[in-house]
């Protein structure tokens, strides 16, 4: 911290310290973005006022086949063509069963200038599905949404497809599963959706339980006991590698996410996982190679910003904050996008950056907390 004043010396040590104490709490509240809400797992309920103020939930649409959340912005370039394309397809079958509802995600706090806005968005684009206002934006981080737009669809009770962003390819593939999901034929050869088996998420949620306890001796066995049921359920992976990490025991965290990698080559979340922590203990140069890869695959947004800390830490500050850039395109609510970036700038002695940073970071973990 040479660049620093004395004051601001203070003011930042002040800063990282309610940092790391907020962190590590909400290490054991939370993970790593979408590997939670894997297909299979339980789906958040929630229930918020739509732009005229009446109340909507999701289990008051139990009885549809199926439930499309649409988690979008203003801000989102992408978001008025999830939109239009969700609209498309809600006229035509929604009296198959499948309810769509965009849950839109702005901003922490809503002015009535901004719902006026949203409003004459909604009649602009002629919408006639609900619009629901997420205030506060507990439902986009109970969601662990990564970027804007981003899909959930529901059925019985449980998350059956997630989709990050609106790529091509994903897309159509998103909505032949809501086609089959409708009873009409998909439009080209449909693939089941993987779904992690029931004991191994219930042996993952267990140790995750002891993790928030941290009764780490009680979660170890149990996230190899879901990693053993289930080779392909990402989540006891990740967990895993960070309760590795929280120990200090890092050869075993880069093993256990080379396993992952191991069963699913295309894992971004893995790779995005394991290219942080080769990052974090200086192998920067495999570091970028992973992470460079795995941010191209889609819109998954700790790629990026995982990617942005990696440049940075190895002397790359103009390719860092460029990646810093689109991984707050993506989602500016993250946390973790402002801490790294703050790091970088502190390497740099960009301090006044850095500090600013820093003071986001936490505005944002302590409203997620709130």
């Keep these: 911290m040479r660049g620093f004043t004395g004051k601001e010396k203070v003011a930042v040590i002040q800063l990282m310290l309610i940092l790391i104490g907020v962190t590590v709490v909400f290490f054991t509240c939370t993970a790593t973005a979408q590997a939670l809400l894997q297909v299979g797992t339980q789906a958040p309920e929630f229930s918020l006022k739509d732009i005229e103020g009446k109340e909507a939930s999701l289990s008051q649409y139990s009885k549809s086949r199926g439930v499309a959340l649409l988690f979008w912005s203003t801000w989102s370039a992408n978001s008025p063509k999830a939109l239009k394309k969700f609209e498309a397809f809600y006229r035509k079958y929604k009296d198959r069963g499948i309810q769509v509802i965009a849950i839109n995600a702005d901003n922490q706090a809503l002015s009535n200038e901004d719902v006026e806005k949203l409003k004459k ?93 941290k009764k780490y001796e009680m979660a170890y066995p149990l996230f190899l006991k879901a990693i053993e049921k289930d080779p392909q359920f990402t989540l006891p992976y990740i967990e895993l590698a960070k309760l590795y990490e929280t120990e200090g025991r890092n050869a075993e965290a880069e093993g256990i996410l080379k396993k992952a990698l191991s069963t699913g080559p295309e894992n971004v979340v893995a790779a995005s996982e394991l290219g942080y922590l080769l990052a974090k203990t200086g192998r920067l140069q495999e570091a970028t190679e992973i992470l460079g890869k795995a941010a191209k695959v889609n819109s998954y947004t700790p790629a990026h910003y995982y990617l942005a800390y990696a440049l940075g830490m190895g002397g790359r500050l103009k390719e860092s904050l460029s990646a810093f850039e689109q991984a707050l395109s993506l989602n500016p609510f993250e946390p973790t996008t402002y801490m790294l970036r703050a790091e970088v700038y502190e390497k740099h002695k960009m301090m006044k950056e850095s500090a600013s940073d820093y003071r986001k970071a936490l505005e944002l973990i302590l409203k997620i907390k709130g």
Excluded at 135 to 152: C, Q
Excluded at 170 to 190: I, N, Q
């Design 121 to 213: 968005l909604v009649k602009d684009l002629d919408l006639t599905f609900p619009i629901l206002l997420d205030r506060g934006l507990k439902t986009f981080h109970e969601y662990s949404t990564i970027a804007l737009p981003s899909t959930v669809i529901i059925s019985e009770g449980k998350i059956a497809y997630e989709l990050a962003g609106l790529p091509l390819v994903g897309t159509e593939d998103m909505f032949d599963f809501l086609l089959v999901m409708a009873g009409e034929p998909p439009r080209k050869k449909f693939e089941p959706k993987y779904r992690p088996r029931h004991d191994a998420i219930a042996d993952a949620g267990l140790a995750r339980g002891f993790v928030k306890k």
